[in-house]
């Protein structure tokens, strides 16, 4: 059934360990997320973005996630990701999300408590519950010292402020990562002392991680194998994922990683099979490769398997 993340929630908090929120565009990208949570019986976040939404529809992608949860008969919280007003999250709850994002994170402080407490009065009436967003991700360029990081990584103090005036349900933070393929420059460096710190003062209480894809180097180099140009690629190293999960992480966003998957796989195909071109024909182990590496991440990396 279509289920909150409020249970999750808590049973990964308790257990240290994180859910995998994924995010899903297309048929085949939620049926390769779909196939691996059933294969490894984890629980399952599924994230749209107001893109995404864009792309395929509202209506599509909310009969895909019905479809794959009548036919895998797992529990999946479907969310909005990064929604960036009042209106979207109110159109993704009308329309039968169970999780919403406000993400107020450029606003000044009072601005952002004041629409996320709206939010979550619509929402919190339905049923659904919310994800808000406090501290900037950084930018490929930021946070190289001490005064750049004050400005832009989530405030421990303001965190508390912002959970008891807001109730909202979860809490995405700035640490140190960023979204895409280009994350870090020389070293990959998050602040493990901030985040322990907010994790202490907000104690049962379930933080995000967005930005986390790992930008795995052998879908890079797939890439860069047969045609593509992704210089430079880097992202969260796998080991710094499992401390966040045992910091009060309990969700931890992956997209970047899933197209990586993909594309790394039909470049190869169509480089290896010139005179394809039935879709099927590489869709097919594009759709694998994503399952293959969402069970990696569900056993190895967020440790959920089972749970
Ligand atoms: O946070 C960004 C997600 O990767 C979604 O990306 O807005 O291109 O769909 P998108
Ligand atoms: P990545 O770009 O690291 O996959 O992050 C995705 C994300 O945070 C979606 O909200
Ligand atoms: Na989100
Ligand atoms: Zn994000």
């Known amino acids: 059934s279509l289920v909150t993340s409020k249970d999750m929630f808590k049973k990964a908090y308790e257990g240290q360990y994180a859910v995998g929120a994924f995010n899903v565009n297309n048929m ?26 864009k792309y395929a529809k509202h209506i599509y992608l909310m009969k895909l996630v019905e479809a794959a949860i009548e036919d895998s008969g797992l529990p999946i919280c479907l969310h909005l990701d990064h929604g960036e007003d009042f209106e979207i ?12 994002m406000i993400d107020g994170s450029k606003l000044p402080f009072e601005e952002n408590i004041a629409l996320t407490r709206k939010v979550v009065e619509y ?19 930021d946070a190289v010292n001490v005064s750049t990081k004050d400005a832009t ?3 421990p103090d303001q965190a508390v402020e912002f959970v008891e005036r807001t109730g909202v349900d979860s809490l995405a933070i700035a640490i140190g990562t960023s979204h895409g393929a280009y994350k ?6 998050l602040d493990f002392d901030r985040l322990a710190t907010i994790s202490r003062l907000l104690p049962a209480f379930p933080l995000v991680l967005h930005g986390a894809s790992t930008v795995l180097p052998e ?7 047969y045609g593509g ?26 997209d970047t990683d899933l197209r990586l998957a993909m594309t790394a796989s039909i470049r190869e195909h169509l480089s290896k099979n010139p005179a394809d071109f039935d879709p099927r024909q590489y869709l097919k182990p594009a759709r694998a490769a994503i399952t293959g590496m969402v ?3 569900i056993r190895n990396v967020l440790n959920c398997s089972g749970r």
């Not at 990208?29 to 939404?53: C, F, M, T, W, Y």
């Not at 870090?184 to 460096?189: A, D, L, P, V």
């Open 28 to 53: 085949e990208i939620i049926q390769g997320i779909v196939d691996a949570a059933k294969e490894e019986r984890a629980p399952l976040i599924l994230q749209v973005s107001a893109g995404a939404r």
């Open 89 to 100: 999250c109110k159109s993704c709850i009308d329309g039968g999300f169970t999780s919403v």
């Open 123 to 141: 929402a919190h009436g339905r049923g659904v519950v919310v994800e808000a967003e406090l501290g900037r991700l950084a930018g490929i360029e």
């Open 153 to 155: 990584y989530t405030d």
């Open 184 to 189: 870090f420059k020389g070293e990959s460096n």
């Open 219 to 225: 879908f890079v180099e797939k890439c860069n194998n």
């Open 229 to 254: 140009q992704l210089k430079g690629a880097q992202g969260v190293p796998e080991d710094m994922l499992r401390r966040a999960g045992q910091l009060g992480v309990c969700k931890i966003n992956i």
């Open 295 to 297: 069970k990696h991440k």
